[in-house]
């Protein structure tokens, strides 16, 4: 019997070091672990978990060959119950040694839980005035054992206990949809709290919940009362739980931060944080909220992940002071000022491009992004806000005479995702537009999946993140942050199964219904499950993903064509005016009832996988019936789609909506010609985008597909690239080629959306795909080109690392494939139909190429 090496500790859920089980929403949290090393022959037969709780030891043997979201094997833990676990594998009688230990807790799993009730401040903290801080303090004696936090706001916060700020978040407790889901943070505060007075004192901003939100010029959406739910509970050495807890003895004062809006900045007025500075006291009173709305994370907080040094600063022609960061992210500037007089004013605003070498301001539209300091004189202060964050690259600042490099730097913020995946190749502009996905993502993945995240929307489209989820989820560790999302689309999905544009649904539209955008309902969780393994997210969202599809069948009516209405459509083609970003040259209709099938079939999928095989039947004879329709009404017996568009091609050839080999082969050919007349330029929006390469690869025209992803006139992907963009554009020519902003509304240059051709790359390109859900089947089949000598991708999937990386040199193709342990590698070598199964461990091959055989066929069929 073969042996493994030690498993990694136990994983609960979907959580990862930067977000440990603490405070966890479960009792009874999924397992799962990675074994880092394997003799050939292994393959686990069975686990074992050791649970040490409340001072004793049970065991749990298991035989299965699981390793990934395995359920919790004891008895649930109880509120705030830790325990510490361990876990073994064997392979028949051959059990590895333990893992090292990892530890859980659980939070406040009850309503009743809370001893806390919302605490409002009364006569200040109102809108537009200074943010209010409350506070109160607890006696405790005897010893402290350990001490947590729970908190949570409508509004955001920032808790300091005894003078120390508490944890590092950045904007908690996050935006979520606040009348379903309200997220608590636990933090473990024993270092903090002492025998003696403690004193808890909390900033409450307006955040998400009380500040401007979306492009209407709204505020307030949620309510207009900041309030504060904090219970701060020290256990003594006498195990005595001492509990300080938010209710009418709080009480509030003004804060030096005078206003501020996370679209509009900040204004600090420095001087009251001087000793003499004695604000106002006032009360607070309860608010009556709903305690059941209380969830705990499932995804890891906002954090500073980074901080960039400037890179250059000057005066432009306008003689005013700019700083260049190099790098378009998301987050605000540090400054660090001397020799100032008190209330002297500093001035930050903030742009992502240049215009006539001043700051391009034009693309945020109503936010103002400007943080405004009032000094308070001292030999040395550092100015920063707390409650807003801006997207840029450049920075004017104003009243500083002498301004050092090394004195600014932009702080970059958002989810803290753990990083798995990487791409790279021979080409260095594909590299870099491979960079500017990866930065988009930081920058719009600041706790909720959002559009852009510089003008007055930053909002969570659905859209955008349904084309996108493929990519971010081979790019960082989101199931977590990707699974929240979901819960708040499942809880603000109509009842009739409409799926509002946006999610948190801040624009409140009636019985919201666009295809590509309300899909999210169902292509979400199916691509989390493709990803993760994780049957219980299908599970959870089932009933959404049925709703969204009968709502479209309502719709659509007998003859199954989803027709009129309103549409996004293939948003944002290179047709579409710059005023009219939804006309794109692809039929809308089309593009429906494509989406219907789509969405039909996925919902038939996720039931079989749920063993629900009469719905399954039900949605697979749906998504038959559409398809049928579809060919009848937009597709010639010869393969001719309606509106002859890149983005119809790529749909049909994709989802598999033409019934015959001819027309399938008269659609791709057909996409090919469309690619070629057009100079080998894009001709997609956000529909098309992801799927066009794949189509074109499937096809057999991967040479033209390539020809396409290497193009560098605009529109293209490289284009940007080569106007130095550092992030991916919302529009193929959000700059123009003389260097002037396009005059379109919809000019962010930081969209991920047409940056989801990435999981192209890493699929085909590189060829490392899921071959299986969770990638217990990894499918290596590099889609080879004579334009890229190599590629590789590298991908931390929930068994481990997998590597695939390629090289051609001469007539030598060469291939290193790295499988982890419980996966396998289904490997197809150039010009090969079928598979080399491997298992885990390192491959690789070499054998001899012809550089002129045609691009292979593409690694990912579905
Ligand atoms: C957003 C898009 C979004 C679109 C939908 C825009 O304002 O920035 O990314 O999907 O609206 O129409």
Same mark, same amino acid.
């Given at each position: ?9 136990? %994983? ?32 686990? *037969? ?10 004793? +030891? ?42 090292? =230990?990892?530890?859980?807790? !659980? ?22 005035? #200074?943010?209010?801080? @409350? ?13 947590? /936090? ?38 473990? +505060? ?38 504060? /739910? ?36 900040? %204004? ?10 004695? #604000? ?8 009556? =909220? ?11 907080? +906002? ?8 890179? %250059? ?15 378009? !992210? ?56 707390? /409650? ?26 958002? $989810? ?45 489209? *659905?859209?955008?993140?349904q084309v996108f989820a493929p990519t971010a989820m081979f790019l960082f560790d989101t199931a977590g942050f990707l699974g929240s999302w979901l819960g708040d689309l499942q809880a603000e999905q109509e009842t009739d199964g409409s799926v509002p544009f946006v999610i948190p649904d801040v624009l409140r539209d009636q019985s919201p219904a666009a295809a590509a955008w309300g899909d999210a309902a169902t292509i979400v969780p199916w691509v989390l499950y493709e990803r993760t393994g994780d049957r219980g997210i299908l599970a959870r969202q089932l009933p959404s993903m049925r709703r969204w599809v009968d709502k479209i069948a309502a719709l659509a009516g007998p003859d199954r064509l989803w027709t009129g209405g309103f549409q996004f459509g293939d948003w944002l083609d290179p047709t579409a005016p710059p005023d009219r970003p939804g006309d794109a040259k692809a039929d809308p209709d089309v593009v429906a009832t494509a989406y219907f099938a789509r969405s039909a079939e996925t919902v038939a999928r996720a039931a079989r996988v749920l063993q629900q095989l009469d719905v399954a039947d039900q949605y697979a004879a749906l998504a038959k019936a559409v398809r049928t329709a579809f060919a009848h009404a937009y597709v010639t017996p010869a393969g001719r789609v309606l509106s002859d568009a890149q983005t119809v091609y790529a749909l049909t050839v994709m989802w598999d909506l033409l019934p015959s080999d001819e027309q399938r082969s008269e659609a791709g050919r057909r996409l090919a010609d469309l690619v070629r007349e057009s100079g080998y330029r894009i001709g997609t929006g956000f529909v098309g985008t992801p799927l066009v390469t794949d189509a074109l690869a499937k096809a057999g025209h991967a040479d033209v ?12 992907? @490289? ?14 020519? $959000? ?20 940056? =989801? ?8 390109? =590189? ?21 890229? *000598? $190599? !590629?590789?991708?590298?991908?931390? *999937? ?25 996966? &396998? ?27 002129? &055989? #045609? ?8």
């Amino acid at each position: 019997m073969a042996m493994a090496a030690a498993p990694g500790p136990p %994983r609960f859920e979907h959580h990862t070091d930067a977000s440990p089980a603490l405070g966890l929403g479960t009792g009874a949290p999924r397992l799962s672990w990675t074994i880092p090393d394997a003799e050939p022959d292994y393959q686990q *037969t069975a686990y074992e978990v050791e649970i040490t709780r409340r001072g004793a +030891v049970e065991l749990h043997t298991v035989e299965s060959c699981e390793q990934i979201l395995v359920p919790w094997p004891g008895e649930p833990l109880s509120s705030r119950e830790a325990a510490s676990l361990r876990v073994r594998v064997a392979h028949g009688d051959t059990w590895s040694e333990w893992s090292s =230990a990892a530890s859980v807790e !659980a939070g406040l799993l009850e309503p009743t839980d809370w001893a806390a009730t919302f605490a409002s401040p009364v006569g200040l903290g109102a809108t537009e005035m #200074p943010a209010p801080i @409350l506070s109160s303090t607890i006696t405790i004696s005897g010893d402290v054992s350990s001490a947590r /936090l729970y908190a949570t706001a409508h509004g955001v916060y920032v808790a300091t206990l005894n003078g120390s700020r508490v944890g590092d978040q950045v904007l908690a407790p996050g935006w979520t949809s606040y009348p379903n889901r309200l997220r608590y943070q636990t933090y473990d +505060v024993t270092d903090l709290v002492r025998s003696g007075e403690n004193v808890l004192e909390v900033l409450l901003g307006d955040g998400w919940y009380r500040g401007h939100l979306g492009f209407k010029g709204e505020k307030a959406l949620y309510g207009d009362r900041l309030a504060l /739910l904090a219970q701060l509970e020290i256990t003594t050495t006498d195990g005595h739980r001492h509990v300080l807890a938010t209710d009418e003895s709080w009480s509030a004062r003004e804060s030096e931060i005078l206003t501020h809006d996370l679209y509009d900045g900040q %204004r600090t007025d420095l001087r009251r944080r001087d000793r003499n500075w004695h #604000p106002g006291i006032a009360g607070v009173e309860r608010i009556e =909220a709903d305690m059941t709305r209380l969830v705990a994370p499932e995804g890891p907080p +906002v954090r500073i992940t980074e901080v960039l040094p400037a890179r %250059r600063v000057w005066r432009s022609p306008s003689g005013r002071t700019l700083v260049d960061f190099g790098q378009n !992210a998301v987050g605000w500037v540090r400054l660090r000022v001397r020799g100032l007089a008190p209330g002297d004013e500093v001035i930050v605003r903030h742009a992502e491009v240049l215009e006539n070498e001043e700051l391009g301001t034009r693309p945020l539209r109503a936010a103002k992004a400007t943080d405004t300091y009032l000094v308070a004189g001292s030999s040395e202060e550092i100015l920063e806000p707390a /409650l807003t964050f801006h997207g840029f690259r450049y920075a004017e600042i104003t009243g500083l005479a002498d301004l050092r490099n090394e004195d600014i730097e932009a702080v970059v913020a958002g $989810s803290d995702l753990r990083r798995t995946g990487w791409f790279t190749s021979s080409h260095e502009l594909l590299n870099r537009f491979h960079d500017n996905v990866v930065w988009s993502m930081r920058g719009n993945f600041l706790d909720v999946p959002t559009d852009c995240p510089q003008r007055d929307e930053r909002l969570g489209w *659905t859209g955008d993140t349904q084309v996108f989820a493929p990519t971010a989820m081979f790019l960082f560790d989101t199931a977590g942050f990707l699974g929240s999302w979901l819960g708040d689309l499942q809880a603000e999905q109509e009842t009739d199964g409409s799926v509002p544009f946006v999610i948190p649904d801040v624009l409140r539209d009636q019985s919201p219904a666009a295809a590509a955008w309300g899909d999210a309902a169902t292509i979400v969780p199916w691509v989390l499950y493709e990803r993760t393994g994780d049957r219980g997210i299908l599970a959870r969202q089932l009933p959404s993903m049925r709703r969204w599809v009968d709502k479209i069948a309502a719709l659509a009516g007998p003859d199954r064509l989803w027709t009129g209405g309103f549409q996004f459509g293939d948003w944002l083609d290179p047709t579409a005016p710059p005023d009219r970003p939804g006309d794109a040259k692809a039929d809308p209709d089309v593009v429906a009832t494509a989406y219907f099938a789509r969405s039909a079939e996925t919902v038939a999928r996720a039931a079989r996988v749920l063993q629900q095989l009469d719905v399954a039947d039900q949605y697979a004879a749906l998504a038959k019936a559409v398809r049928t329709a579809f060919a009848h009404a937009y597709v010639t017996p010869a393969g001719r789609v309606l509106s002859d568009a890149q983005t119809v091609y790529a749909l049909t050839v994709m989802w598999d909506l033409l019934p015959s080999d001819e027309q399938r082969s008269e659609a791709g050919r057909r996409l090919a010609d469309l690619v070629r007349e057009s100079g080998y330029r894009i001709g997609t929006g956000f529909v098309g985008t992801p799927l066009v390469t794949d189509a074109l690869a499937k096809a057999g025209h991967a040479d033209v597909a390539y020809r396409l992803l290497l193009q560098t006139e605009c529109p293209s992907w @490289l284009y940007p690239v080569t106007m130095g963009a550092t992030t991916v554009w919302e529009r193929w020519d $959000s700059m123009l080629p003389d260097g002037s902003i396009n005059p379109g509304e919809m000019t962010s240059f930081n969209h991920y959306a047409l940056g =989801a051709i990435a999981d192209w790359l890493h699929r085909s390109v =590189a060829g490392l795909a899921p071959g299986a859900p969770g990638y217990r089947e990894i499918v290596v089949r590099p889609l080879l080109s004579s334009t890229l *000598t $190599s !590629a590789s991708a590298r991908h931390l *999937t929930p068994y481990g690392e997998a590597h695939v990386a390629w090289e051609i040199n001469s007539d030598r193709f060469h291939l290193a494939v790295r499988v982890p342990v419980g996966a &396998t590698g289904h490997v197809y070598l150039p010009g090969t139909e079928t598979a080399e199964i491997v298992r885990h461990g390192n491959h690789s091959w070499d054998v001899a190429v012809q550089i002129d &055989t #045609p691009a292979l066929v593409p690694a990912f069929t579905d």
